[in-house]
């Protein structure tokens, strides 16, 4: 057995996530014979790119934990703006997907829309924001609606798809989601730094870098540290442990494929022109937002 090193910046490990993703298959089978819908995010971001070989354009990223606080990328902002948040209130009628019919994109599809189509062997894909050791995900509510998320699982519930849950080491929480979700929500929040959320725990096994090593080089995969600095705020060390084929395939593509990735630069609103509902930063100067 030969064992390696590696540390991943919080973009490299979602690379490294989709590359594994677009390998499985249920997602082949999906993308080449069903429907296969992705929320945009940072983590599902290298998805479409993996599996046409372009990279996504337009609206690629709608809510998001940025250094203010929790807030809506800047382009998705400014749609909501120009529909002055009536028909995008609702999730249902959310446009941004990506949503891929036997192979071919289609953008601008409602949720909803789509949701009525999905049926057993279809797959949805949604990056998380937290995930526990007790067998539960989290995703972060700004909407008092449901969210996105709450649209997909009534329907998954009743049509049969999968749904696959993306989450970086980086999103593991100590304690239970179920219990700390409990303390969140916007009713129970009295003031934040940006948007106040609820937090959905959902029964699932997020895609982390784990199964990602496991799935493309059958390898297995240790965290051994986390964070950094310099920009590898996020970052996780791994150890790599396998057959030395494998191994050395594995670090061939960290040198080749994985190391260097970078998300888009991040479109950030001005707070005080912001009109975002439940935000309490929305219509106010931050001085050191500036």
């Known amino acids: 057995m030969m064992r390696a090193q590696v540390v991943l910046t919080s973009a490299e490990s979602k690379k490294v996530i989709a590359k594994s993703v677009v390998k499985m298959e249920a997602v ?8 296969l819908v992705i929320h945009p995010s940072s983590s599902t971001y290298f998805i479409p790119e993996e599996l046409t070989g372009k990279k996504p354009e337009g609206i690629w990223l709608v809510g998001m934990i940025a250094p203010r606080g929790a807030c809506v990328e800047g382009l998705t902002l400014k749609v909501m703006e120009e529909d002055k948040f009536k028909e995008l209130s609702d999730p249902a009628n959310f446009p941004f997907s990506w949503v891929f019919r036997k192979g071919r994109l ?14 057993e062997g279809d797959v949805y894909i949604k990056g998380i924001n937290a995930v526990d050791t007790h067998g539960y995900v989290g995703v972060l509510l700004a909407s008092l609606a449901g969210g996105t998320i709450g649209k997909v699982l009534a329907a998954q519930k009743e049509r049969k798809f999968e749904t696959l849950y993306l989450g970086g080491l980086e999103k593991l929480l100590p304690g239970s989601i179920q219990e700390v979700a409990k303390e969140t929500g916007r009713a129970n929040t009295a003031d934040a730094l940006g948007v106040p959320c609820g937090l959905l725990p959902i029964k699932g096994k997020a895609v982390s870098e784990v199964e990602a090593f496991k ?4 390898v297995e ?30 670090m061939k593509s960290m040198h080749e494929e994985i190391k260097g990735t970078k998300l888009p630069k991040v479109i950030m609103a001005k707070c005080g022109t912001c009109h975002l509902p439940g935000c ?3 219509g106010k100067k931050i001085a050191w937002d500036e």
């Open 28 to 35: 082949k089978k999906a993308f080449r014979e069903g429907l």
């Open 106 to 119: 289609e953008m601008g599809t409602k949720l909803m829309d789509v949701l009525r189509e999905m049926k």
């Open 215 to 218: 799935t493309l080089f059958e």
């Open 221 to 250: 995969a240790f965290p051994i540290s986390a964070g950094g600095v310099g920009g590898a705020e996020g970052a996780v060390m791994l150890v790599l442990k396998g057959e030395e084929d494998r191994v050395r395939a594995a």
């Open 280 to 282: 309490c930063f929305a």
